[in-house]
């Protein structure tokens, strides 16, 4: 079958689809469901792909500019999905991967208005928390009762992770800080739309008021987790009502939260008439959790016994210093931070949820017209060009025409390809080196469905997407569809979920190795860190691909 992006091309954007190899030698785009050709073309040569086990062309249409919906066409093979080319191509899908949070919020119902078929009731209002015995402290023993309510729930299940919250919130508020214009006119149809605050500011609210809760106001530490014992049962939130702790602080949490709050602080400055109060509140609980995380540098996550849900655990907290002392830098003008970041040996690379030393070189970047003298711009701008080129060279050499490596097919790859584009947009943004903007396209294209899989990998878009994601609610509801505008994680050939499903996969290979089936949280599951970096390249896309 001939793949591609399922969804569209903003009018000026790179254009490919993938082609198996065959007779056949040229290509044509057709206006959708007709024979009026509107461009021709000649296929590349054919080259192999290992993680998928065989062999593609690419066919560039990239002068094809006209908007309206098409088809690509090649000889002895079905016709593409269609696809629309237009300016406003990408804005239904990154409104629904912001929505997609505020469906995914803990403690509040979703009334029908706003939720639609997916309104449910209200879970987890987390106004009663036990302290675990692993975060114990003089202050508040074993058993003490606190309460930490809002915040969204991690993934396809209930529990609250203050590492993954961190880069997904900061995901979001880089988005806004990056593309301010497109947030600022954007309507998500979510209960604070209307009150002064752009929607996604306040979807993110909704979490950072969560991870304040998680800061024990005595010392500065930050909880890791707020979870149950155990994981629940496939059922709606309402209908999950063990009890919820919350687990150990760790010096990554800690460090997470203090990049956060940072950044955060900085991003709700000029709302200080909606919020009273509140950036300066952020800005003093990332200087506390900051000072708690010098005073315990290695307070790795430790799993303990009676606690079997996700981990997030890091025995590396180097770049979750680096990255929290960057933002403090960016917010405050502090040299003293910029230091302790220890730049000249710090390297930049794509970042995920353990691994955050990427987040300080872009935040650096963004804002380094305005950095105090300190910082050597001329670094920052390198970093930021170094990691892009080395994308953009293996995005060069590979036979999808993607970034993705073999070894980036791991649990959640769907957001490696994204992150990679994130890091690219960063990099074109940089240097206006056009290779940058197209590489990053081509990752968006990969989630949307120009893979081995001919799948968008986002629930509700494009033509074919998965109907049975990881996530409780959308199996729980009712409703035939998923929650829409959730991006799974992807195929990876792990399959830590084989004990747990009755299919079998269909095939071990790296882009192959996938399942649309609810019981595969290792190819299947939705998560916000997953989402996040949607969000960002969705907008960073409609807004940066010139003409
Ligand atoms: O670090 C090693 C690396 O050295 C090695 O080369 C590579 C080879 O597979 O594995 C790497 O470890 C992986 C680790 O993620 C770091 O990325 C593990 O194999 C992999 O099992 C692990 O997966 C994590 C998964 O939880 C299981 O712990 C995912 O990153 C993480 O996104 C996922 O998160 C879960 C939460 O625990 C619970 N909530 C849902 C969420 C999404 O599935
Ligand atoms: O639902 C859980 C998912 O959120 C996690 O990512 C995954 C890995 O930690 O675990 C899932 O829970 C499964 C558990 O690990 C094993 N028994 C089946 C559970 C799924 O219903």
Redesign the pocket.
């Known amino acids: 079958a001939i793949h591609v992006n399922q969804l569209g091309f903003m009018p000026g954007a790179a254009k490919v689809a993938v082609v198996p190899e065959g007779e056949a030698r040229t290509f044509a785009i057709v206006k959708a469901g007709t024979d009026t050709v509107v461009q021709t073309g000649t296929l590349a040569p054919a080259t192999a792909a290992p993680e998928a086990g065989d062999r593609v062309r690419l066919a560039t249409f990239t002068q094809l500019a006209t908007p309206g919906r098409y088809q690509a066409r090649v000889a002895g093979l079905p016709d593409s999905p269609p696809f629309h080319i237009g300016p406003a191509v990408l804005q239904a899908v990154n409104a629904a991967s912001i929505k997609a949070f505020y469906f995914n919020r803990a403690g509040m119902a979703l009334d029908e208005r706003h939720a639609g078929v997916f309104a449910r009731a209200a879970g987890h209002p987390d106004t009663r928390v036990l302290v675990h015995a692993s975060a114990a402290s003089p202050g508040r023993p074993a058993g003490t009762v606190i309460a930490s309510p809002k915040g969204w729930y991690?993934?396809?299940?209930y529990?609250k992770y203050i590492v993954n919250s961190g880069i997904s919130t900061y995901t979001l508020l880089a988005a806004f800080e990056d593309f301010p214009d497109l947030f600022r006119a954007q309507a998500l149809n979510i209960p604070e739309s209307g009150n002064r605050l752009p929607d996604l500011l306040d979807e993110a609210l909704w979490n950072l008021e969560w991870m304040l809760t998680m800061q024990d106001p005595a010392d500065g530490g930050v909880y890791h987790k707020l979870t149950n014992l155990g994981f629940d049962g496939m059922v709606m939130p309402d209908r999950a009502t063990q009890p919820r702790y919350v687990v150990q602080k760790t010096t990554a949490a800690a460090l997470d939260f203090a990049a956060v709050m940072a950044t955060a602080s900085r991003v709700f400055a000029p709302y200080e008439q909606q919020l009273p109060g509140m950036p300066a509140r952020m800005l003093a609980a990332s200087q506390a959790a900051w000072r708690w995380a010098q005073a315990h540098p290695k307070q790795y996550y430790r799993q303990p016994k009676d606690v079997a849900?996700?981990?997030?655990g890091d025995n590396d907290a180097s770049d979750e210093f680096a990255w929290a002392a960057a933002e403090l830098f960016i917010t405050t003008g502090d040299a003293a931070f910029y230091k302790a970041m220890n730049a000249p040996a710090l390297q930049a690379t794509v970042p995920?949820?353990?691994e955050v030393r990427g987040l300080a070189w872009m935040s650096l970047a963004r804002h380094r017209k305005s950095l105090g003298a300190a910082a050597d711009g001329a670094l920052i701008a390198s970093r930021i060009d170094t990691l892009s080129a080395s994308l953009a060279a293996a995005w060069k050499k590979s036979a999808y025409g993607i970034a993705m490596q073999p070894a980036d097919y791991?649990?959640?790859s769907s957001a490696v390809a994204l992150n990679q584009s994130m890091v690219l947009l960063h990099g074109y943004r940089l240097t206006g080196k056009r290779e940058y903007l197209d590489a990053a396209q081509a990752g968006l294209d990969h989630v949307l469905g120009r893979n081995a899989l001919g799948m968008s990998f986002v629930t509700g878009y494009g033509a074919r997407s998965p109907l049975h994601p990881h996530h409780r609610p959308s199996e729980a509801d009712g409703i035939a569809a998923p929650v829409p505008g959730w991006i799974a994680?992807g195929p990876q050939p792990?399959q830590?979920d084989k004990k747990d499903c009755p299919a079998p996969y269909p095939s071990p290979l790296p882009a192959r190795s996938y399942l649309d089936h609810a019981c595969s949280?290792a190819s299947n599951?939705v998560?916000i860190n997953w989402n996040a970096p949607l969000v960002y390249v969705s907008a960073g896309v409609q807004a940066l691909t010139p003409g």
Request: without cysteine; proline residues 0%; charged residues 20%.
């Open positions: 991690d993934a396809g299940d529990n849900t996700g981990e997030y995920s949820w353990a791991v649990w959640g994680g792990g830590q949280y599951e998560a």
